[in-house]
Each structure stands twice: as C-alpha cells, then as structure tokens.
C-alpha cells in the first residue's frame, strides 16, 4: 500500500499532504472508490473485471462518500475532518478540519464544494475541494444531521436530527442558499419530524418526507413544497405508513420506511416477514399513493435503481432464518418494478452484522454492487440474484460505501 501524504493549508484549518514520490496511476478506466472504515483507506476496485487494485488511498476511518466532476468527499467518523480525494491523481489531497464531526456530507454538481452537517456542534459548514478552504464560522442550525444537495446545487436543504428534537424544529427545515449562504428555516403544520427530501428538477421544489411516528411525531407522509418565493406553498399531504428514504423515477416517487407498530405476527400474505418495513409508490402528478408493498424492517436510508430493479437496504433490521443451513434474510429488499414483486436475498449467517450502507450500479453492466455486513455483495440486476460467474470480493476490513468515478 503506497501512503499519500502533503501540506496544504486553506481558510479556516485543513491540511493535507504531498510527495514527489505519488504512486503511478492505476490505469483502471472503470474505477470505483470502496470506503474500509476498520482498513483506514479507500480501495480502488476495477468494475469492469470486478477485481480489487493493489493500490489504496489512506484515509482515516472512512463512510459515506460522494462524487461529482472530478472530486470525492468522504464523511470520516469520529473526526472532526472529511477528506477530499482527486479522482484523476487517485490521491487524497485535502482533509479539511471542521469544527466538530461530520454527521452527513453533500457535494455540489460541478464538485467545487462540499457541505457538512455537524450535529454535535449544531450547524452546517461547507469545503472548497480545489484548495481545501474550509468555511471559518458554522452556519448555524439545531442537531443538523441530513444535507440534501439541489440538482443544480443552488441550494442545500438540512434536516434536524428528529430523535432529539423539540418544539418548534419539530415541524422545520432548513434552506441553505449556497451564493449567499443564507439560511432560511421553513415551518409549516405540514411538515411532522422532516426527515430528508427528493427533489425534482427545480432546485426549489422538493419532496419532503414526514418520517411522523418513528420518529417520535404523530402523522408519516410525503408533502410537495415550492420554496421559490417568499412564501412556501405546501401540497396536501400525502400519508405513507412510514417515510424515511426515497427516489424519483419519472412520475414515480418511491418512498420506504417501518413503522413504529409493525404487522401481526407471525408471517402471513400481508408481511411475510417476522416483522415488515413498507415501501409506498406516489404518483408525483396526481400526489395519489398505491397500496403500501412489505418490505424488510430497520431504519431505511438507502434505495437505488437499476434494470428497473429497486434495491432498497436498512439498517437494524429484524433477521430472519434463511431458506438454505447457515443462511438468514438480511436488511436487504429487491422490488422489481416493471412485473411488481419482491425478492429478500439470503446471505451467509456468519456476518457480523446485515446493514446494507452503499449502493452502486455499475455503467454498462447489468451489476450492482451492494454493501452490506460490511462485505461487497455484487448482484446480477436481470436476476436479482447474486451474480454468477463473478468471484465475491473479499474485503479486509469493513466496507461501507462505494461510488464508481468513472463513465
């Protein structure tokens, strides 16, 4: 493993380091960064060959990452830092140092800057990724905890952490104007424990998901909100039985989430599960819902689409038996949108744990990768299977999340 080290400094505290002995380039011409949280590195993997690179990036205590244009920002937990990665040198050029540990990370379109929410600290501070600037005050805001980027990354919305919330962030969110860094809360008897946001095209419309009773509210729903003038305009609600993550495909706005009480026990044609999440189909034109479909329970903060395949991951779930020895049902659902139905993959009793933390379709292939466990599964999107012929990836250490940095 080749170390990457420099010293750079930008407004506010960040540093980084640089050698005149950087590693070659890999040559991969379809690369995906893997985040090894207990590795301390992102793993660069070769999608088009499904192989792992000798070479790494060292990066402390890595999660969640992000990319666009160039750049990779990575969440680094239990720091009060994120890193910034250059996609073409393969090198981590920057980690900015922030006031207090990120809790959720956002990246603009262009890749010029990064926006970090800081819970513990109550407010939002963003990075310049081409020299490491980092912003010198909090924007401030109580138990900021989500960041959701608008499509043309004008504007950031936050949402508080709804776990420890109080009156009147009970039913607020907040938009960050990203010229002027301007913070304006929206408040509003439609909005129970704002949980985070879909947007559409506008950069100043967006879904807001009502996570409502698992989150300590009264009422899980999805309300339209037009934030362009000067004063919001809410649509009618739209109840769902929970509402935690979601994703917008044409007119389709899919919405998973677990309710506080879950269906009877034990299995039966309205959960086959031990216990049931929910995932919920909104006609985004007529803001009609269809019939609630069962899905794995936990806390839902993960969804991707692929061949017309919903992959949908939690985190916390209830684990169920398997159907072969040694095997159980983990927080993993596929839902297959063109023929509805739902699959729940089996993995391998031995894993520590079935969290499913990152998704990533890859370009030009019927794959996805699915981190979950900690492992890198790679799944066959025309099966819903795990993909045969591909020899599973062994990680040393904890994977957490992946994104692919090339066409």
Same mark, same amino acid.
């Given at each position: 493993m080749v170390l990457l080290a420099a010293a750079m400094v930008g407004c506010g505290s960040s540093s980084s380091s640089s050698t005149s002995t950087t590693a070659p380039l890999t040559g991969i011409k379809k690369r995906v960064l893997l985040s090894n949280q207990s590795a301390n590195s992102v793993n660069i993997l070769d999608a088009s060959r499904d192989t792992v690179s000798s070479k790494n990036i060292t990066v402390t205590a890595p999660t969640k990452m992000l990319t666009a244009s160039g750049k990779t920002l990575v969440l680094q937990s239990g720091r009060n830092t =994120?890193?910034?990665?250059?996609? +073409?040198?393969?090198? +981590?050029?920057?980690?900015?140092?922030? %006031?207090?540990?990120?809790?959720?990370?956002?990246?603009?379109?262009?890749?010029?800057?990064?926006?970090?929410?800081?819970? *513990?600290?109550?407010?939002?501070?963003?990075?310049?990724? $081409?020299?490491?600037?980092?912003?010198?005050?909090?924007?401030? %805001?109580?138990? $900021?905890?989500? =960041?959701?980027?608008?499509?043309?990354?004008?504007?950031?919305?936050?949402?508080? @952490?709804?776990?420890?919330?109080?009156?009147?962030?009970?039913?607020?969110?907040f938009v960050i104007d990203t010229n002027s860094k301007v913070v304006t809360p929206i408040t509003s008897p439609s909005l129970d424990q704002p949980f985070t946001a879909v947007f559409g095209t506008s950069d100043t419309q *967006?879904?807001?998901?009502?996570?409502?009773?698992?989150?300590?509210?009264?009422?899980?729903?999805?309300?339209?909100?037009?934030?362009?003038g000067a004063t919001p305009v809410f649509s009618a609600n739209v109840p769902v039985p929970a509402a935690t993550v979601g994703l917008l495909n044409g007119t389709n706005l899919y919405v998973a989430g677990t309710p506080v009480t879950p269906?009877?026990?034990?299995?039966? $044609?309205?959960?086959?599960?031990?216990?049931?999440?929910?995932?919920?189909?909104?006609?985004?034109?007529?803001?009609?819902?269809?019939?609630?479909?069962? %899905?794995?329970?936990?806390?839902?903060?993960?969804?991707?689409?692929?061949?017309?395949?919903?992959?949908?991951? *939690?985190?916390?779930?209830?684990?169920?038996?398997?159907?072969?020895?040694?095997?159980?049902?983990?927080?993993?659902?596929?839902?297959?949108?063109?023929?509805?139905?739902?699959?729940?993959?089996?993995?391998?009793?031995?894993?520590?744990?079935? @969290?499913?933390?990152?998704?990533?379709?890859i370009s030009g292939r019927n794959i996805m990768y699915v981190i979950q466990g900690g492992e890198i599964d790679i799944f066959d999107t025309t099966t819903n299977a795990? +993909?045969?012929?591909?020899?599973?990836? @062994?990680?040393?250490?904890?994977?957490?999340?992946?994104?692919?940095i090339d066409p």
């Amino acid at each position: 493993m080749v170390l990457l080290a420099a010293a750079m400094v930008g407004c506010g505290s960040s540093s980084s380091s640089s050698t005149s002995t950087t590693a070659p380039l890999t040559g991969i011409k379809k690369r995906v960064l893997l985040s090894n949280q207990s590795a301390n590195s992102v793993n660069i993997l070769d999608a088009s060959r499904d192989t792992v690179s000798s070479k790494n990036i060292t990066v402390t205590a890595p999660t969640k990452m992000l990319t666009a244009s160039g750049k990779t920002l990575v969440l680094q937990s239990g720091r009060n830092t =994120v890193t910034v990665i250059d996609n +073409a040198t393969e090198a +981590a050029t920057f980690t900015p140092s922030l %006031i207090g540990p990120p809790s959720d990370i956002a990246i603009t379109p262009d890749g010029k800057f990064g926006w970090v929410a800081e819970r *513990a600290s109550g407010g939002v501070q963003f990075v310049g990724t $081409a020299d490491g600037s980092v912003s010198p005050t909090l924007i401030s %805001i109580p138990n $900021a905890r989500r =960041v959701v980027m608008s499509p043309n990354g004008a504007k950031v919305l936050v949402f508080s @952490d709804p776990l420890s919330q109080v009156p009147p962030n009970t039913n607020t969110f907040f938009v960050i104007d990203t010229n002027s860094k301007v913070v304006t809360p929206i408040t509003s008897p439609s909005l129970d424990q704002p949980f985070t946001a879909v947007f559409g095209t506008s950069d100043t419309q *967006a879904f807001i998901l009502n996570c409502g009773p698992q989150c300590g509210g009264t009422l899980a729903s999805v309300v339209s909100v037009d934030f362009s003038g000067a004063t919001p305009v809410f649509s009618a609600n739209v109840p769902v039985p929970a509402a935690t993550v979601g994703l917008l495909n044409g007119t389709n706005l899919y919405v998973a989430g677990t309710p506080v009480t879950p269906p009877p026990i034990p299995p039966s $044609a309205v959960c086959p599960l031990s216990h049931c999440g929910w995932l919920t189909i909104i006609n985004v034109g007529s803001l009609t819902p269809g019939t609630p479909i069962p %899905i794995t329970d936990g806390l839902h903060e993960k969804m991707s689409l692929a061949n017309s395949r919903l992959y949908i991951g *939690a985190g916390g779930c209830s684990v169920d038996p398997g159907t072969a020895v040694n095997s159980v049902r983990g927080c993993l659902t596929i839902f297959n949108t063109t023929t509805p139905g739902t699959k729940f993959p089996e993995e391998s009793a031995f894993r520590q744990n079935f @969290d499913v933390t990152g998704f990533r379709p890859i370009s030009g292939r019927n794959i996805m990768y699915v981190i979950q466990g900690g492992e890198i599964d790679i799944f066959d999107t025309t099966t819903n299977a795990l +993909a045969t012929g591909i020899t599973p990836l @062994d990680v040393v250490g904890k994977a957490f999340d992946v994104v692919q940095i090339d066409p």
